[in-house]
């Protein structure tokens, strides 16, 4: 019983810093130098872990790693939609001449 009480906080918590890391980077509409592979790997990890997790019936650890796999795919999306964003608001540079 403690042990899974131990499982549910740990995981609020990571969840919690992951998301609020997204949130941040929504809100300030730039791509604050984050690697578009860190969310590649994130994803790909975690739905390993997802996997392996439902193998082995363990619950705590399937929620965690099924939301750490949401929070890639729109980690991912904010990442590369601050990119355009950045890309379209830069100024363009005048022709040589």
Known sequence: MMSNLLG???SGVLLITLVQQVV???RCRKSTG???W???GQ???SAGFALYSYLLGNWVFLFTNLALLANAGIGQWVTLRNRRLAERN???AAPAE
């Open 34 to 36: 984050v690697s578009v």
């Open 43 to 45: 994803f790909i990890s």
């Open 8 to 10: 549910w906080l740990s």
């Open 38 to 40: 860190l969310f590649v």
């Open 24 to 26: 941040v980077q929504w």
């Open 90 to 92: 830069a100024p363009q």
